[in-house]
Every structure is written in C-alpha cells, then in structure tokens.
C-alpha cells in the first residue's frame, strides 16, 4: 500500500504558467518535506513542516511556496517557472526530527517546463 | 563544507557477486543516524537499512549490510549477491541530532550502480 502519494507522476507547464504539485500521506507522520532533485544531482532540501510550522531553507527561491492544509497534505506552488525548475520533486515524511527517523518518500513528481 | 561523501560515481559488478558503495561522513555531532537509500530509474526513493551511531553490531537487512566504521567516519554499503533489479542510484545521507545539528536528511551525490549479467 502507498504511503507517501505524489500527484500527478508527471506535470508539464509553461514558462511562467503557475503549477500545484500534491503530495498525501497516510502515516500520520508529523513531518512533510519537499525536495527537489536535478538530473544526476543529491535531492535537494526546499522546505519543510513539522505540524503547521513551516521551515524555509535559506536558498530555497521565493518563486517557491508550500501549504500543508491538514496532516495529511502537502501542496508544492511554483507561482512562476523558469526552465530551471524542471526537475524531479520528491515529496518525504518523517514521524519527526529524531536521527533516528527514516524519510518515507513518495514516487516523486517530474516537472516539465517548456 | 560537504558532510556526505561518495567517491564512486559509478560501480560496475557481475550479477551474484557482492559490491561495496563507499561513503564516508563529517560531524561533529555525537548523536546521528546514517541511511543508505536506493532510486531507480522510475525515481521513487526507497529505504534500505539504517545504522545509528550508537549502534554496536552493524546493521544488516537481508541482502543489504552496513559496514561502520564510527573512527574512520565511514558507513559503507555492501550488497551480496547482487541482482539486475539492483542496477540504480544510491545515496548515503545522514541525520544529525537536532540538540546540535540539523533536523533534515543530507544526502551524498550518489553512485550509480549498474549490474551485469
């Protein structure tokens, strides 16, 4: 059973044209995560919540934003994409900030912009 | 400065034999937990062991084994027998104790593991 879903598998845009990537999870996880991860590179960390905290990393683009509605959503906004953001986004999880929490990751979203 | 670190681009192994995927870490944290993670080419990122630095014994999960090395700050992956499923990414990331580091998981750049039959 999926426990980490990410909608849809692929998304195509336009430059400029404003996109919603979905993540849902089903374990109650406290911890949602968006990554973003370019072709042959490390994931890279966006953002995070824990609960209805937002945590933004430094360098994340103000081009992107995130709302976590309930526990078990979490909605990745790019207001206006550049080719540049054409990348694999992963959505992740987490029971919380322990070392000993293992990230659940979702199949990822492959964004296409043209 | 890089906390993560996997020197092998890519690995090449013969199908049935064992490999081993390097990588080495930097913290000073005392309390931290090292994973290997698996991508295949459809992208999804899956778990595949975990070792915590106070671990005694290695952590081991079915085919999969974790050779630590806590003084010499390495963690490395051992698969045995390898299969054709197992040609994909694989990333070694660490966690550190959020009382002195950071809450997120960071990741090495990965080796590319290709098997051949």
């Known amino acids: 059973d999926a426990m980490v879903i990410q909608n849809p598998r692929y998304q195509v845009t336009q430059f400029g044209k404003p996109v919603t990537l979905s993540c849902s999870q089903t374990l109650n996880h406290n911890v949602m995560y968006w990554y973003q991860q370019k072709s042959s590179q490390a994931p890279k960390l966006l953002f995070h919540?824990?609960?209805?905290?937002?945590?933004n990393e430094a360098d994340t683009p103000d081009n992107f934003q995130s709302r976590r509605p309930n526990t078990s959503f979490c909605f990745l906004d790019i207001r206006s994409p550049g080719l540049g953001d054409a990348a694999m986004y992963l959505c992740?999880?987490?029971?919380?900030?322990?070392?000993?929490?293992?990230?659940?990751f979702g199949s990822g979203t492959q964004l296409s912009v043209l | 400065a890089q906390k993560i670190t996997q020197t092998q681009p890519g690995m090449f192994v013969q199908e049935k034999e064992a490999v081993t995927l390097d990588c080495t870490y930097d913290?000073?944290?005392?309390?931290?937990?090292l994973f290997w993670y698996k991508q295949p080419s459809s992208g999804e990122m899956i778990f595949l062991i975990y070792q915590g630095s106070y671990d005694q014994q290695n952590a081991t999960e079915g085919r999969y084994s974790l050779n630590f090395q806590k003084a010499r700050k390495s963690a490395n992956l051992v698969i045995s027998a390898s299969q054709l499923g197992d040609s994909a990414m694989y990333f070694c990331?660490?966690?550190?104790?959020?009382?002195?580091?950071?809450?997120?998981?960071?990741f090495g750049k990965g080796t590319k593991l290709t098997v051949n039959p």
């Open positions: 990331a660490m966690r550190e104790d959020p009382q002195g580091g950071s809450e997120k998981l960071v």
């Open positions: 919540y824990y609960d209805k905290d937002f945590n």
């Open positions: 992740a999880t987490s029971e919380g900030y322990s070392s000993l929490s293992k990230l659940f």
């Open positions: 913290t000073s944290d005392p309390s931290y937990g």
